[in-house]
């Protein structure tokens, strides 16, 4: 075993034993990490509140080679998530955010870019004077995308050709991506979307563009915008995210 430091998010916590907790973590130079914390649950354990969800510490673990939990030994908090204090939403959105790390990031994988742009966003909540909507869609995207499962959405999933830049264009949720009218025959689970929101959603997944930060450009199409993401998250991972219940800008369907 060989000891790891890290800078790390809580992105997940679940009880073990009377004294202990399984902790998720998602690191910059590890991706995601799964540890073990002995005595996490004493009053006065060793971890302290460095372990709160959506907490950013400085953990020290035991990397494990085989397929044993990683031991988490110690845990600093650098900073802790106060997007409640602005509006309990937004505290709900960083629980998303958490969620789609858990359900779309495998272990021991890093994504630095994704990482950084987790704690920009997770800063983002805590600004009162951001509308926080745009933040969610273009961390959605940012997530996708890093991990490989961006829709396609300016190539025709079927052969490859550019999609017209006027009219509607028919996006496949089983295809993955967008369908131009000679391959779109035969899909099942067609989105007809406007070329306008097809062209926002590219925008926002743009890691060199500041398109996400036009509000009045997202609510625009955000009608047609949010029916879509959670359309493809939905067929992506075979159940409906857990988060869209309680968050109302996920649940506009």
Not at 2 to 11: L, R
Request: neutral net charge; hydrophobic residues 40%; charged residues 25%.
């Amino acid at each position: 075993m060989s000891a790891e430091k890290t800078d790390a998010i809580v992105i997940r916590s679940v009880d073990f034993s009377e004294t202990s907790s399984i902790v998720t973590f998602f690191s910059r130079e590890f991706g995601k990490l799964s540890t073990l914390a002995k005595g996490a649950r004493r009053k006065k354990g060793p971890f302290e509140s460095a372990l709160d969800l959506l907490a950013t510490c400085r953990i020290v673990f035991l990397h494990k080679s085989n397929d044993a939990l990683d031991l988490l030994t110690e845990a600093k908090l650098v900073n802790r998530l106060r997007a409640s204090e602005v509006d309990l939403h937004r505290l709900y959105a960083g629980y998303y955010f958490a969620e789609l790390l858990q359900n779309l990031t495998d272990e021991m994988d890093p994504h630095p870019e994704l990482y950084d742009v987790t704690l920009e966003s997770l800063r983002l909540l805590e600004d009162g004077e951001v509308l926080y909507e745009p933040v969610v869609l273009r961390y959605e995207l940012t997530v996708l995308r890093e991990t490989g499962h961006l829709p396609s959405l300016r190539q025709c999933v079927g052969c490859g050709q550019g999609i017209s830049s006027t009219g509607r264009v028919a996006f496949g949720l089983i295809a993955g991506g967008v369908l131009c009218p000679t391959c779109r025959a035969g899909h099942r689970r067609l989105v007809s979307l406007r070329h306008e929101v097809l062209s926002v959603i590219n925008d926002f997944s743009d890691p060199k563009s500041d398109a996400w930060r036009n509000a009045l450009e997202y609510r625009e199409y955000e009608k047609e915008i949010r029916p879509l993401i959670n359309s493809y998250l939905t067929h992506l991972l075979g159940k409906k995210m857990r988060l869209h219940r309680f968050l109302p800008i996920l649940g506009k369907v």
